[in-house]
């Protein structure tokens, strides 16, 4: 698949130029694990993994989403270095500003880059990429680091 890199440790990898976008998905996401984290526990707010890494896939056949879901959650959650997980679709809410152009989201955490790296280069990871290349229409890839200190 064109432009898909699988061993490049961090940045934002892209088919196509989103700047908008980009950002508006990436907010309503961290808003969201933000709001997660705050009811996770009464009176002491969870933190979220420090390295986050959330891919918006776009497939060909908008039908497969269920199907790469379910190769997500069976080769990449196991990935020893992989801290929290989560794969699913876009959800309306009727909200302008709430950015659907993606037929399936996958957020995995990681504690820090080594950890990272070490899921780009696990061949379960490999063998996602190489399974579902053909069938992506296209994909953005979004990493960030926590800026609160540890």
Same mark, same amino acid.
């Given at each position: 698949?064109?432009?898909?890199?699988?061993?490049?440790?961090?940045?934002?990898?892209? *088919?196509?130029?989103?700047?908008?976008?980009?950002?508006?998905?990436?907010?309503?996401?961290?808003?969201?694990?933000?709001?997660?984290?705050? *009811?996770?526990?009464?009176?002491?707010?969870?933190?979220?993994?420090?390295?986050?890494?959330?891919?918006?896939f776009r497939l060909v056949d908008g039908a497969?989403?269920?199907?790469?879901?379910?190769? *997500?959650?069976?080769?990449?959650?196991?990935?020893?270095?992989?801290?929290?997980f989560a794969v699913g679709r876009h959800l309306?809410?009727?909200?302008?500003?709430?950015?659907?152009?993606?037929?399936?989201?996958?957020?995995?955490?990681?504690?820090?880059?080594?950890?990272?790296?070490e899921y780009l280069e696990h061949p379960d990871?490999?063998?996602?990429?190489?399974?579902?290349?053909?069938?992506?229409?296209?994909?953005?890839?979004?990493?960030?680091?926590?800026?609160?200190?540890?």
């Amino acid at each position: 698949m064109a432009g898909f890199d699988a061993a490049r440790p961090s940045g934002s990898m892209r *088919c196509e130029e989103r700047p908008t976008v980009r950002g508006r998905a990436l907010l309503v996401l961290l808003g969201w694990l933000a709001s997660l984290a705050a *009811c996770a526990a009464p009176g002491a707010a969870q933190r979220p993994p420090a390295l986050l890494h959330l891919v918006y896939f776009r497939l060909v056949d908008g039908a497969d989403a269920e199907a790469l879901a379910a190769d *997500c959650v069976a080769l990449l959650q196991p990935i020893p270095s992989v801290r929290e997980f989560a794969v699913g679709r876009h959800l309306d809410t009727g909200r302008s500003q709430v950015v659907g152009d993606y037929d399936l989201l996958l957020f995995v955490g990681f504690d820090d880059e080594r950890g990272y790296q070490e899921y780009l280069e696990h061949p379960d990871h490999l063998l996602l990429v190489e399974r579902w290349g053909s069938r992506l229409a296209g994909y953005t890839v979004h990493d960030a680091l926590d800026l609160q200190p540890r």
